[in-house]
């Protein structure tokens, strides 16, 4: 079985393990058990005829007695690109943004407040000595071909949309790595610029665009606090850290990564970043494998090639309390519809503390100590 | 199938899936395969004899130029008591010393260097209404009667040993958390105290300890550079991040926790530390259930009851590459020996560069701004 066939984590273990085991063998790996949510038939229908993987769970919270339940439905997009790398520009894009937008609509009959799309979403993931007129991608955060189809999905839907593009800034002469923010108003409510860039072997992101200058923003939307920490910057402990102090309630990571280099690492870190920090994280990656008519080579001693690996899927939600939601396929299109209380996030904090017990003052000291050129660790020798 | 009783997940997986599925499904969960370490059968026989679980995996380097493999052999012990919650202080003492002492004479067989014992390790855990005389297990972190017994296993064995105990500083009139750590002569290289004091529901250590006060120090010995991060200290990305900022190369978390609390971020939280460090991380949790003669409540609404629940093993290491070694068994005691080549740990930051692209100077800035009463957070709204 290869890699690229695997289909998920969880159906392996369901066909084969003993039910008793299966409880506890799902307890360990996923925490307490999240609940399946309910959704019409006719969205469950269309999923089928439209031919993308359709699943749905929902976390519950304790009921309060000074404040209602405050249920937001999200909604993770996973998808290949439609057309060849190197057809037209305005052909590729067009292809997946109808792609998409009939994922839109199913998200729509399930009730989805806000959804989020994989890292550059409307096109193939960047490569740019395969593929030549990568820059032509690029659009304007405010005024793009893009964010335009967004907003009117989001008017339409009454939804938020998270469009995490290629932007080009005009006036700085500049390309980034952004997620669009857009309110279900259909506004352009604000963009989060990708705050890490990978520099991960010769794979080196700063080819097309540098870190973010947005900080750490965080977007109240009538359906929550939302922030993005785009793909590479999972990594990075601080950088979910500080979308949370600024008071995101759910962090959305899109992404765009393949099983050799990152796949064992994808359960664990947005998934951290949720138990520490005390807020839901969404994790969403990109599916299926892009060929390139140019051949490239990986800086790693194959041959050149003419894809850059299998982007495996495996979208899912993590909660405050340490559990997650199954995982979408490793191969297929899919929508993760997750309804979350997000009531739970100050329960759990209430309970565990982290916010309380995490001596942060004494960690700005010491971190503003620590960046020095000239630190000096502290290290006891015999 | 009660929780108590469920052996380990891996045992489980390897019982009912199919070789090809297993593979993948371990690959997915665990990374790159540990490889098998193989022990001298004198070792194996001894540890069969004395009754506790024997696992032993290697972790490989890349061969360097111009270094040679710096490769250390790690050993991680988790046991119960032996003797009941109501026994003599001392007797309660003894009884564990010359258990782990047996555990210890199996790992000097399997030629390990460094050896860490789990959290407050040579008494049960504490709970201070159902268990009067508990502050008589406090020790002097340099002369108490468990450090003179590490000392001598140290220099018997040529083997550093990290010795978590409840400490007493007599000097200051306080009790502390705290993890002695003696070199492989024998002198007690130093101690390294819990930076992180649990307050999760109405469970707060608190009643027996208080913040450490020794910040984020780092051992230098013979073996590698090693530091100690206890238990709840897990939940903290910051503090596992000084460690490595102050150049730890292992971090060892000696802990003490429940099935119901925290099962499930078991697996993740050491595990993201050593991804997001470029470390090795050792997880070593105890076993067992310990019952109180006194009964007490838990502030959940339970009633009283005699035990605080089942301590689940399944210690583990975890390399900085995202692969980490099966767990140890949830029900028995046991010895996990691990070697590793800690040329992985810069091997894998040339690669993934989460140290060069981690923008900390920006982040000592914004934590300074973020920990002030009057901070105002980023938010954007319509």
Redo the contacts between chains.
């Keep these: 079985?290869s890699?690229c066939e695997?289909e998920s984590?969880e159906k392996?273990?369901e066909s084969?393990?003993?039910e008793?085991?299966l409880?506890?063998?799902k307890?360990?790996?996923?925490?307490?058990e999240t609940l399946k949510l309910d959704l019409p038939a006719f969205a469950v229908e269309a999923a089928s005829e439209r031919n993308f993987e359709l699943k749905a769970f929902k976390f519950d919270a304790l009921q309060e007695q000074l404040r209602p339940p405050r249920r937001t439905r999200v909604g993770l997009v996973q998808h290949k690109i439609v057309l060849p790398t190197d057809a037209p520009v305005l052909e590729q894009i067009n292809a997946i943004h109808s792609r998409v937008g009939e994922i839109v609509e199913v998200a729509a009959m399930c009730g989805v407040n806000i959804i989020c799309f994989q890292e550059t979403w409307s096109e193939h993931f960047l490569l740019s000595l395969a593929d030549e007129p990568w820059t032509e991608f690029a659009e304007s955060a405010e005024e793009g071909n893009t964010t335009r189809f967004c907003q009117e999905l989001a008017k339409k839907y009454n939804m938020v949309i998270i469009s995490p593009i290629l932007e080009r800034e005009e006036l700085h002469s500049k390309l980034w790595n952004s997620a669009v923010?857009i309110?279900n108003?259909g506004?352009v409510?604000?963009k989060s610029r990708k705050?890490?860039?990978?520099?991960?072997?010769d794979f080196n992101e700063s080819t097309y665009y540098m870190?973010g200058d947005t900080?750490?923003?965080?977007?109240?939307?009538q359906f929550g606090?939302i922030a993005v920490n785009i793909c590479?910057g999972r990594?990075?402990?601080?950088n979910w850290?500080?979308y949370s102090?600024?008071?995101a309630e759910i962090i959305f990571n899109p992404s765009a990564t393949v099983g050799a280099l990152?796949?064992?690492?994808w359960?664990?870190?947005a998934?951290?970043a949720a138990?520490?920090n005390h807020c839901f994280t969404c994790a969403i990656n990109r599916v299926g494998t892009e060929h390139f008519k140019n051949e490239f080579t990986s800086g790693d001693g194959r041959k050149a090639h003419h894809d850059f690996g299998h982007f495996y899927g495996s979208s899912y939600v993590a909660a405050p309390d340490?559990?997650r939601t199954p995982g979408l396929s490793r191969t297929q299109d899919g929508l993760l519809v997750v309804e979350m209380d997000l009531n739970l996030n100050r329960q759990v904090s209430d309970?565990?503390?982290?916010k309380?017990?995490?001596?942060?003052?004494e960690?700005?000291?010491?971190?503003?100590e620590?960046?020095a050129h000239d630190?000096k660790?502290?290290?006891?020798?015999?």
Excluded: D
Aim: net charge positive; proline share 7%.
């Design positions: 079985m890699s695997f984590l392996s273990l084969h393990l003993p008793a085991e409880v506890e063998v307890r360990i790996l996923y925490g307490k923010v309110s108003s506004n409510l604000g705050n890490h860039i990978p520099r991960v072997g870190e900080g750490h923003t965080v977007f109240q939307t606090r590479y990594h990075h402990p601080l850290f500080m102090m600024n008071g990152s796949e064992p690492m359960p664990i870190e998934r951290n138990i520490a340490g559990s309970k565990w503390s982290f309380m017990t995490g001596r942060y003052a960690y700005a000291e010491k971190l503003t620590a960046v630190f660790p502290k290290v006891i020798k015999e």
